[in-house]
């Protein structure tokens, strides 16, 4: 029998009242996750049979977010469950699916008007791969859909020609896709790409190859594609290969044009740096982005000079720059990185994922400690490479700074502003929540009030200067 897990609103394990005949589902369900034998070491999950676990279903909240995971089995029951669920609920991940009966209940799923918004199918390592008839039963729901909003699919097509044509009718026919995520073994990458960005009105498209093998995409394509005028892209993520260059740069070789006309609507941009070759070109597109993920796959590549076009200078809007899998050899540019930031008036989140830098942590907190201070638009900071213990006792205090409305004092001396502003400025900063070691951007989480950063404030007021960091 299946185990089953009840998640709240505050992501908090939750349990049906159980009379010993009704099973009851308590009020501040958000989440209803099955799980197979393999889970029962949990100890938030209860293990039901699969009437029960119906009588539950039947009892949520309208539209809720279900998880079946790693039920593989073949039964008239687990159909059963999965007919049922498709009605209950908004939100469905699916993994474990075994059987062409399990998968062509989706098409029914989704044809329905009022179906599934947001569909996750998991055929990662340990389940077989989805077959060519599966692929066309699931992608004939998707194409029908008028309520699905997002599409998501994580694993290995056992016929990745025909699957891919499958998808790819699947994309052109569906006119309710937003959100398109596939992490899939295929031989056309490109041709999703393609097709989402020239027939679609998608928002979000991550593509990717689950077996990570490498695909290729060129970049003036990609870059014509993208500067559409009706393109409504907002974020774009292109895993396993960064765009390969074109016959010749965007910024010269009878490719002028290119390089004038930009995207102003993709907002986030993920991309995986396997040669760096063209990395300035790719960012050159975006006339927009506020976020930026970069992730190296190469030890070959060396300096970050093409990012500093986007943290550096007038008219800037990125707010949040990830670096990941730095190499050694790109200690010293992140030090640069470091010796710059007292010039980034825009960025306020950094995070950098390097364990193989050859500095010790106290070389990297001398020149954080100089710099940092210099930098008012920072808030949410992190590094490998230094302690949470060294964070918080020399970090800290400059990020919760600006976060508390040091910005506010950049238009000019804090003599100057506005004796009625400042009454606003401290009340905010005793209220807000600040950011922790490793933190995400908008997504504060301590919530004890800070009141040194009030204390620091006013010091400036009255005498416009912050502490050292001695």
Known sequence: MPFVKLIDDADNAIFA?????????????????IRNEDHNSDPNCRRYDYETILELIEQSPNKSEICVNGIGE???????????????????????????????????????????????????????????????LVFAGVASSSSLEKLELLGRFADNEAASRSLIEAIQKNSSLKSLDLFVTSNNHAGFV???????RIQHLRVGDFAEMPWEIPLDELAELLCREDCVLESLSLGGQEPIPPSGSLHGNGNEQLAIKQNTSVTSLTLDCTTG????????????????????????ISGLDPLYPLLIGDNLTLESLILGGLSPAMAEHVAILFCKLPLMTCLRELDIYSTSFRFESSWWMTILGLTLWQNKSLECFYFENIK??????????PLSLNRGGRRAMEVGSPKELPENLWPLILERASQIHYYDFGGTLGEPKLESTRVDVVYWLLKEKVLGRYPSMS
């Open 17 to 33: 009242d159980d009379d010993g005949s009704n099973h009851r589902l308590p009020v501040g369900v958000s989440l209803i996750e």
């Open 74 to 136: 073949w039964s008239p029951e687990y159909l059963a469950l999965l007919a049922q669920i498709m009605k209950h609920c908004d939100k469905l991940y699916v993994s474990g699916l075994s059987g062409d009966l399990a998968y062509g209940c989706f098409a029914g799923a989704l044809i329905h008007h009022d179906g599934l918004r947001e569909l996750t199918i998991d055929f990662c390592a340990g389940t077989p791969p989805m077959s060519s008839n599966q692929a066309k």
């Open 194 to 200: 393609k097709t989402a960005l020239l027939e679609t």
């Open 277 to 300: 070759a063209r990395l300035g070109d790719t960012l050159g597109v975006f006339k927009s982005l506020v976020k930026l993920d970069l992730w190296y796959k190469t030890t070959s």
């Open 388 to 397: 949470e213990l060294e964070f918080d006792s020399r970090l800290r205090v």
